[in-house]
């Protein structure tokens, strides 16, 4: 197996990998705030939130062109302060792996923090903690398990994402060729023996991820 079958894997895990970084922040912060406060309209945001689970992957890619492309607001401004669009590029694979892995991490972050008995946090409070040391050293230690599925969860979610990355990021070989648009590619020119073999790659990489999670969750 030579650079043809390793550089899209390299670059999907690297794809993966940052976008779950990216997505472990967001969601650890919005999980928090969102189990913590009630008020008119959350129910519509939470829904905004978990909407890339639900939505066709070519869906999810047309509205990141709409707002990221060259004519988008985000478009505009990333183009503004870097010189340079960000469509078709590394991070345009990382936004859209980004997007789509996110309500899982939302998920589970929310639901670890609602687990938690609020008279342990408040004990925390009274006792001198602030809100960044009651999250640091008691809310997040008794949601760890909820945070760990989850950031594994959107780490292969991350990296099996096809639809919206081939819209918003193409097909660029050694840039934007992660694994799932490698085995679509293959296919479409008649090498199954490469598809194949990125197929079980990506199988036993998830696998293994989904087998960690039935062991954090046990």
Do not use: H
């Amino acid at each position: 197996m030579g650079a043809e079958f390793w550089s899209p894997v390299k670059l999907s895990l690297g794809i993966a990998l940052v976008a779950a970084i990216l997505v472990i922040l967001t969601g650890l912060f919005l999980g928090r705030v969102m189990a913590d406060r009630k008020f008119k309209g959350k129910s519509i945001l939470e829904t905004a939130f978990l909407l890339p689970l639900v939505l066709p992957p070519t869906v999810v890619g047309f509205l990141l062109i709409v707002l990221f492309g060259r004519n988008g607001p985000g478009g505009q401004l990333i183009e503004w302060l870097f010189n340079q669009p960000i469509m078709f590029t590394w991070w345009a694979a990382v936004i859209a792996s980004a997007v789509v892995a996110f309500p899982l991490m939302y998920q589970s972050a929310k639901a670890g923090f609602e687990s938690i008995d609020g008279d342990i946090e408040n004990a925390a409070r009274v006792d001198g903690g602030n809100e960044f040391q009651v999250l640091l050293r008691i809310s997040i230690p008794l949601a760890l398990r909820a945070l760990i599925s989850g950031a594994i969860l959107s780490f292969a979610r991350a990296l099996g994402e096809f639809g919206a990355t081939l819209m918003f990021a193409g097909n660029i070989p050694g840039k934007t060729q992660t694994v799932s648009t490698a085995i679509y590619m293959a296919m479409d020119s008649g090498n199954m023996d490469l598809a194949w073999l990125w197929v079980a790659c990506v199988v036993g990489i998830s696998f293994l991820m989904l087998m960690a999670v039935n062991r954090v969750k046990a």
